[in-house]
């Protein structure tokens, strides 16, 4: 399988070290990880918050909430991304070496493209250290958010395009989860006011940002769901 690069900088196994030095201003060493999330997304820093959660969870739960994210918006049509989703719980349920070689083959065969792919990835990744899984859920759960509740598209069959791209997550995710805003009635001259870069590196009108941390919300509270056992592979 061919993977994609990742930028692991900042994600390091352990401690918060995966936040920005920010968002590391905002929570607190006695916060679980879902109040670490709730307190970092009402602030404006949703990808924290995501990170935060993602790796906060044990790689199970994290697994499943990135497949639970993932069905939230996935398409009948879009018959990798549901294989996907499938192999990433059918793991979360029984990890074993097999259901992990299946989630990774789903993930390659999606071609890292889809909140399940990623979802899947994770599963791929579990075990691997360095925050590898929490990457992958992270990138799932933007993703998902990015759709704000609207299916993915279907792929176009046989597309020549559609080969395995080199992504960095999460901040291909991240991107993927900037909602898409109508350009703005302004002069041209006035747009570098309204957009002004982030803790979270991301370059958002006051807008842009509130409708990311509204669309990343029901996703938060989802994760946190499985965090308190209400929603978990353990019921499933």
């Known amino acids: 399988m061919t993977s994609p690069n990742l930028d692991l900088e900042d994600e390091v196994e352990g401690g918060a070290s995966y936040l920005s030095p920010a968002a590391q201003s905002v929570v607190t060493p006695n916060q679980t990880p879902c109040q670490q999330a709730q307190a970092l997304n009402q602030q404006g820093m949703s990808v924290d918050a995501t990170k935060a959660l993602a790796n906060g969870l044990p790689e199970r739960d994290a697994v499943w909430w990135a497949s ?83 299916p993915i598209p279907a792929p176009v069959a046989a597309a ?56 990343v919300q029901p996703h938060l509270d989802l994760g946190c769901e499985v965090g308190n056992g209400k929603n978990s592979w353990r019921n499933g």
């Open 68 to 150: 639970q994210s993932a069905r939230k918006v996935s398409n009948p049509a879009h018959v990798p991304d549901l294989e996907a989703i499938q192999a990433a719980e059918a793991w979360a349920k029984n990890p074993t070496p097999q259901a992990q070689q299946v989630a990774s083959l789903a993930a390659d065969k999606a071609g890292f493209q889809t909140p399940g792919a990623w979802a899947s990835q994770g599963a791929a990744w579990a075990g691997s250290g360095q925050g590898l899984t929490g990457q992958a859920v992270t990138g799932a759960v933007l993703m998902a958010a990015g759709q704000a509740g609207k």
């Open 160 to 215: 020549p395009n559609m080969a395995k791209p080199e992504v960095a997550v999460p901040k291909l995710a991240a991107e993927l989860a900037k909602p898409k805003v109508p350009a703005l009635a302004k002069p041209a001259l006035e747009a570098p006011k309204l957009a002004t870069p982030g803790p979270d590196g991301l370059t958002l009108t006051p807008k842009e940002r509130a409708e990311m941390v509204k669309n």
